[in-house]
């Protein structure tokens, strides 16, 4: 069975801090997908980055990047110099490469607060 | 832009009524998905559908069934209601194929149950 672990419930820091989101995953497929979803407050959640398990290339996206480990089993996400339009909450997802079957095991999510 | 339309925002209903959530997508999209999101628990996947009439069991399907009947149109429907189905309901549809490509959600129906 798959399962995802997002272990920080709620994250607050100041404005133009850096903060680290982590993920943690567990599945017995070689191949597999994870991505990063945000949710702001309006509701709908907003895809970020999906990553293949044979990608381990760290990923930068302005001030977004995502660190892909194999061996420990992460895939965490950091945003550099936080601004409040970052306050939301951010889940962590896997799904099988089961290919056209893109069902997503989430994470619990990770409410995250940017204090202006 | 994919569009996903859940056709409510906010819903209450009483105890033992039959709800019916519709969700619409405009992309021509293969899969449709429908999870429900509570504190803590995150995104539980409920039913998904991948071809019109087919719909396979999710991770916590008691208390649902859902309707496909059209390729853009995903039903879910709450046989008796019951207070521990107030929820934030969630539809999201994808291309289906071989990418695992990722999943656009709707803006999601938050149901009360009283």
């Known amino acids: 069975a798959q399962k995802v672990t997002q272990a920080q419930t709620e994250i607050s820091v100041v404005e133009k801090e850096d903060v680290t989101l982590d993920c943690v995953y567990e599945?017995?497929?070689?191949?597999?997908?994870l991505f990063w979803y945000k949710q702001p407050p309006s509701g709908e959640l907003v895809f970020l980055i999906r990553r293949n398990s044979f990608d381990e290339q760290n990923e930068i996206s302005g001030r977004y990047s995502w660190n892909f480990q194999k061996s420990t089993s992460s895939f965490n996400f950091t945003i550099t110099a936080s601004q409040v339009v970052d306050s939301a909450v951010y889940f962590c997802?896997?799904?099988?490469?089961?290919?056209?079957?893109?069902?997503?095991?989430f994470g619990t999510g990770t409410r995250l607060t940017i204090i202006p | 832009d994919v569009k996903v339309t859940q056709s409510s925002r906010y819903l209450v209903k009483r105890t033992g009524e039959k709800v019916f959530l519709e969700c619409v997508q405009d992309?021509?999209?293969?899969?449709m998905f429908w999870y429900r999101q509570d504190p803590g628990l995150g995104l539980r996947l409920i039913y998904f559908?991948?071809?019109?009439?087919?719909?396979e069991k999710g991770d916590i399907p008691e208390g649902y069934s859902v309707s496909r009947e059209k390729k853009e149109r995903f039903s879910l429907i709450l046989e008796s209601a019951s207070t521990n189905q107030t929820s934030m309901y969630l539809c999201a549809s994808s291309p289906g194929g071989k990418n695992n490509s990722p999943l656009h959600f709707g803006n999601g129906t938050r149901l009360t149950v009283t």
């Open positions: 559908s991948y071809d019109v009439k087919m719909k």
């Open positions: 599945t017995r497929d070689t191949t597999y997908y």
């Open positions: 992309m021509d999209h293969e899969n």
């Open positions: 997802a896997l799904s099988e490469a089961d290919f056209g079957n893109e069902k997503l095991t």
